[in-house]
């Protein structure tokens, strides 16, 4: 179904539902009358707007046919300026109508999780999930949200085995959903001596942050460990047992945080990654696609695999879902990924839209 048909369908329910309103049988019930109350408000959201939309194509139309038949040159070209201005007005209205029609993501609104892991490459790729890591700080900069590591497992020369970056602010998950995948690099290590090119990769992961209402935790489903934290190579980096790991019993999912020097901020920290991983979980479950969905977002790490390729001699990065590249890669990796943001956006709305939903 086109976009005007679904339009069109919306319009007629809203004009249904309006008579049934109007009708004696419904004033006379409280419970139906607030039901038809409330799906005329959502309606008229969209119905209003489309209306504005025809408004402004038959204006559009009519004035510019009147500049068409003008003989006056500065009358016609009066005329015509007014066709414009009906246009732009009807291109809003439907890029409007557009969105309005997009199925809303329940998790949209929630703050997010950001799992990092390093892949194909030993050294050099978790060298690569720790440039990503910043990368995805310096967004979350840009965009004015707020970071906190929950949990970090460096590597020896300074980069991250994995690491969990905690984002908190209005649209994170929105625009942050469709990082998950595997981020592939091709560039000379810092390993190597020859100065041959390698590829390297690294895996995120996207979860959006559960509250306590949405997942419960009960007590003896847990397991909780504490232990001394460690730097990079076993270095001690606190003299207290302040690290704590929590095991949930009955999935097995296993959490670990020892970046705060208080042990009860690193419970605090664990269990919210705990509630991130048992809500993705029991989403997954709910769609009977675990496996198929954790391939999907992760992949397994081979090179073969890569949603965006950062190649470093070409001075490019292209996402191949939606065929988009930027000879820019040092702006990409200080966090300027709007570009790719805005596509993916885009096209998950072009394809909602085709597959109906919506009001």
């Not at 048909?5 to 007629?12: A, G, Q």
């Not at 016609?76 to 993501?105: C, I, N, Q, T």
């Not at 890669?329 to 990924?337: E, K, M, R, S």
């Amino acid at each position: 179904m086109d976009l005007t048909s679904r339009l069109d369908e919306i319009e007629e329910r809203y004009e249904r539902l309006s008579v049934e309103m109007a009708s004696p049988e419904v004033a006379s019930n409280p419970d139906r009358l607030r039901q038809l109350g409330k799906s005329l408000a959502e309606l008229q959201e969209v119905v209003a707007p489309y209306r504005q939309y025809r408004d402004a194509l038959r204006q559009a139309k009519e004035v510019r046919s009147m500049a068409e038949g003008e003989r006056d040159a500065e009358m016609a070209m009066f005329l015509r300026e007014e066709a414009e201005v009906a246009e732009r007005r009807a291109e809003e209205l439907l890029a409007r109508l557009e969105e309005l029609l997009v199925p809303k993501d329940p998790n949209d609104g929630k703050d997010v999780l950001v799992e990092i892991r390093s892949g194909a490459g030993g050294e050099e790729a978790a060298l690569w999930a720790g440039e990503l890591f910043e990368l995805y700080r310096h967004y979350a900069e840009r965009h004015r949200w707020k970071t906190d590591v929950l949990y970090a497992s460096p590597s020896d020369l300074g980069g991250f085995k994995e690491v969990v970056l905690e984002v908190r602010g209005k649209g994170a998950y929105s625009r942050l959903k469709h990082e998950s995948g595997v981020h592939r690099v091709q560039r000379v290590p810092v390993t190597e001596s020859a100065g041959r090119i390698h590829t390297s990769t690294a895996t995120i992961a996207v979860l959006p942050e559960a509250g306590e209402v949405e997942v419960e935790l009960r007590p003896e489903d847990l397991k909780i460990d504490v232990y001394r934290s460690t730097g990079p190579g076993g270095q001690g980096v606190n003299t207290t047992d302040s690290a704590v790991r929590i095991t949930h019993l009955p999935t097995g999912i296993i959490v670990a945080c020892q970046e705060e020097r208080s042990q009860l901020q690193n419970k605090e920290k664990a269990m919210r990654y705990l509630r991130a991983r048992l809500l993705r979980r029991a989403q997954e479950d709910a769609q009977q696609k675990e496996a198929e969905v954790r391939r999907s977002q992760v992949g397994t790490g081979e090179r073969a695999e890569k949603i965006r390729t950062y190649n470093f001699p070409e001075n490019r990065v292209t996402d191949h879902r939606v065929k988009v590249t930027l000879h820019r890669l040092q702006d990409v990796l200080a966090g300027d990924i709007d570009g790719f943001v805005d596509a993916l956006l885009a096209a998950e709305r072009a394809q909602q839209l085709v597959g109906g939903g919506g009001v």
